[in-house]
């Protein structure tokens, strides 16, 4: 009932913005004038303006132990210069924009300082580990302006692509856009042993993309209508690890990409610019059970896919980009001959089947709602109430179901769009899309999948850490806006 009431209200309001806004395009976004200013990038010489990308570094472990890890990170203010000469208010860990990768083992026990030198409050999570309640966080453990945090936690987890990022309650899209996340990459000894490229920064390469909206200032600005809220924050610029307009030189060799679908609400399609295959050889918790080799790769917000190119096919001199309709995301400028020694092995890991005859409960999430009236079952976040409760240990189905606004399909409303329903302290694994089998890549661990209009996705979990936890759609400002709950283990 509560529902109907607001829908009513919202239609009232969508219908005046639209009003204001209906001059915005959505789908196609327009180029950015000021890409075109960025000066030639040395040691490139195919005449273009681009930038070399750039390689976040891996954060210092400051314990010597071979089983112990103590990292620090510092939450600060800052700006960059996105485009020469012009500087833009930014966050970042320990850097400008962005963070540090945290590279880990399983079975390491993780130490972190993080010091909060904001003048707003944060929160660091762990997007993607299974950790206790305690340790994720979430909006629950919030970091006071001038505060420090201390989590520690062991790795207990298969060899994966994870990120951090802020998460403080309402604020979550405006921190992460100004800079607040980075990777966290685990290694296992199965990964070590695979053969697989995995020399960071040289055949193992990290891709933070993000769309940015910026203005002809220079200044990266954020959520300046409803629109913003309705469909997310969609940009008209990509940054690749905080670049603008990224080039990578690359030999003739097999090179593995770790992407991570950064940005706060737009979903990418990948594919290359000649059409190739590639290999996606992990999904966002870990390795695929076999290569999936694929022309297109689809991320919504929040996911993670590492993937091979093999590059050797091409002569050096020779130019592809990867690219999402309507952008150009990277090119790869192949520079020099080499000769491979790395594999892409036809079994990369188990991936024991959960059965769905184990499981104790099954519960049903019905994302519904747009714009600030987004909530999952008729809720809208509230700290002080905890949604679900589930026993320690038990192994559960949990069924999200993307229900759109009745306006009816085909009106481009914010109803009208897929959401991605992330939650913590999990991976789980996809049981089925509508009744399906889902595709080969998402038959791996996943922590947050994408769910299409009308569509409804099957997933099962065991809950196997303690404490309270969050679920919620990944397009930042619709968790911003109220699409997330809170579930406890106990
Ligand atoms: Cu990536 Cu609740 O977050
Ligand atoms: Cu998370
Ligand atoms: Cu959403």
Redesign the pocket.
């Known amino acids: 009932m509560r529902n109907l009431k607001l829908s009513a209200v919202f239609i009232l309001f969508t219908v005046m913005e639209l009003a204001i806004f209906s001059g915005c395009d959505l789908d196609v976004p327009s180029t950015n004038p000021l890409s075109q200013q960025t000066p030639a990038t040395k040691g490139v010489s195919t005449g273009e303006n681009r930038n070399l990308l750039f390689i976040p570094p891996i954060l210092d472990d400051k314990d010597p132990g071979q089983s112990e890890a103590k990292f620090e990170l510092t939450v600060r203010k800052s700006s960059k210069e996105f485009f020469p000469g012009k500087k833009t208010e930014t966050y970042g860990y320990n850097m400008d924009y962005l963070g540090p990768t945290i590279r880990v083992k399983n079975g390491e026990h993780v130490n972190v300082k993080v010091i909060n030198t904001l003048t707003e409050e944060t929160t660091v999570h762990w997007h993607g580990l299974r950790v206790a309640g305690e340790m994720d966080g979430g909006p629950q453990q919030m970091i006071l302006s001038r505060n420090e945090w201390n989590p520690n936690f062991v790795i207990s987890q298969p060899a994966a692509t994870l990120w951090y990022h802020a998460h403080p309650i309402h604020k979550t899209g405006n921190q992460v856009y100004k800079g607040l996340s980075g990777l966290f990459i685990i290694d296992d000894e199965n990964s070590k042993n695979l053969n697989l490229p995995d020399d960071y920064g040289v055949n193992d390469i990290p891709l933070i993309i993000q769309d940015k909206r910026f203005d002809s200032e220079g200044t990266m600005i954020y959520k300046t209508n409803m629109m913003d809220i309705m469909q ?1 924050m969609l940009g008209n610029t990509i940054l690749v690890n905080g670049i603008v307009n990224p080039v990578l030189e690359v030999g003739t060799i097999k090179t593995r990409f770790r992407i991570l679908n950064g940005a706060t609400a737009r979903t990418f399609e990948f594919r290359l610019s000649d059409g190739s295959v590639f290999y996606q050889i992990a999904s966002d918790g870990g390795l695929l059970e076999s290569p999936v080799k694929m022309n297109t790769l689809r991320l919504g917000p929040g996911e993670r896919a590492e993937v091979i190119i093999d590059f050797s096919k091409y002569s050096t001199g020779e130019v592809i980009n990867l690219q999402s309709p309507g952008f150009k995301i990277i090119d790869f400028v192949i520079t020099r001959k080499e000769n491979d020694i790395t594999t892409i092995p036809e079994k990369l890991s188990i991936v024991p089947r959960m059965e769905e005859s184990r499981t104790i409960k099954t519960r049903a999430f019905d ?1 519904m709602g747009m714009g600030l009236m ?1 909530n999952i079952n008729g809720k809208q976040m509230d700290m002080a109430r905890i949604d679900e409760t589930v026993n320690h240990g038990d192994t559960e189905i949990w069924i999200i179901r993307n229900v759109m606004a009745g306006m009816g399909p085909g009106m481009g409303m914010g109803g009208n ?1 897929a ?2 329903f992330h939650y913590h302290g999990v991976q789980f694994q996809v049981l089925s899309r509508d009744g399906r089998k889902p595709p080969l890549n998402e038959q791996g661990w996943k922590d947050t999948v994408l769910v299409n209009p009308n569509e409804t996705v099957k997933v099962i979990s065991t809950f196997d850490h303690k404490g309270l936890f969050m679920y919620h ?1 990944h ?1 930042l400002e ?1 968790e911003d806006a109220g ?1 997330m709950g809170q579930f406890e283990v106990k």
Do not use: D, F
């Open positions: 997310g994302l987004v769009i959401h991605t759609c397009i619709h699409m």
